[in-house]
């Protein structure tokens, strides 16, 4: 993600230099947003990780969680859900030696990604003897370091040290802003979810 990271630091800079005024530590209520007389509003408060009310435990985590404590996951990982960012952090992981196992409703990876990125993402994932792919496999349960799965198998239990849940982005409720001024629009995730390149196409074309 070092790209990322650089991206992440030039829009800070940008936003720095810009003479935009920043108010941070407020929520964005409606009496505030009067209060500023706005012609236009723009809500992009961005969207939360999508949590399974089955999978719990001290040793669960949503991908944003795993990301910043990448070396104290423990040597075995079950990862629920393989779309981009699952596929990226299991790659991670196991370059760190660490064995992973994706499980996947689906019988695809990495849909959201582009078809450059994609077929480089499947690659690594296919040679990668760290790493094992469930394919068409749910979710029952998971507590205690115990993954329960279901497939056309039949049911399995699946150990593991840490469990990542990464199965998407849902929309940050913010109904009660609408209505405030006529001319408000909703961007990125808040709008429905995407990546950094729509979250930016979004914010340049608003």
Do not use: W
């Not at 409703?105 to 990125?117: E, F, K, T, V």
């Not at 849902?170 to 995407?194: F, H, P």
Request: charge should be neutral; aromatic fraction near 4%.
């Amino acid at each position: 993600k070092t790209e990322v990271r650089r991206y992440l630091e030039y829009l800070r800079y940008q936003l720095k230099h810009s003479g935009i005024d920043v108010k941070t530590g407020r929520a964005a209520s409606r009496e505030l947003i009067c209060s500023l007389q706005p012609d236009k509003l723009i809500i992009a408060s961005g969207g939360k990780e999508k949590t399974l009310p089955s999978v719990k435990g001290s040793n669960v985590y949503t991908a944003t969680q795993a990301l910043d404590q990448m070396d104290s996951l423990g040597k075995k990982v079950v990862i629920i859900g393989g779309g981009s960012v699952g596929v990226e952090i299991a790659l991670e992981l196991a370059q760190k030696g660490i064995r992973v196992t994706i499980i996947e409703a689906s019988d695809q990876l990495a849909l959201s990604a582009n078809l450059i990125y994609r077929p480089a993402l499947l690659e690594r994932i296919g040679a990668s003897d760290q790493i094992t792919v469930l394919r068409k496999t749910f979710v029952q349960s998971a507590e205690s370091g115990q993954v329960v799965v279901i497939n056309s198998a039949g049911k399995d239990i699946i150990k593991a040290d840490s469990i990542i849940v990464s199965i998407g982005i849902e929309s940050k409720n913010q109904d009660g802003l609408y209505g405030i001024i006529e001319n408000t629009v909703t961007i990125g995730d808040a709008y429905r979810s995407g990546n950094i390149i729509d979250a930016t196409y979004d914010g340049h074309t608003s």
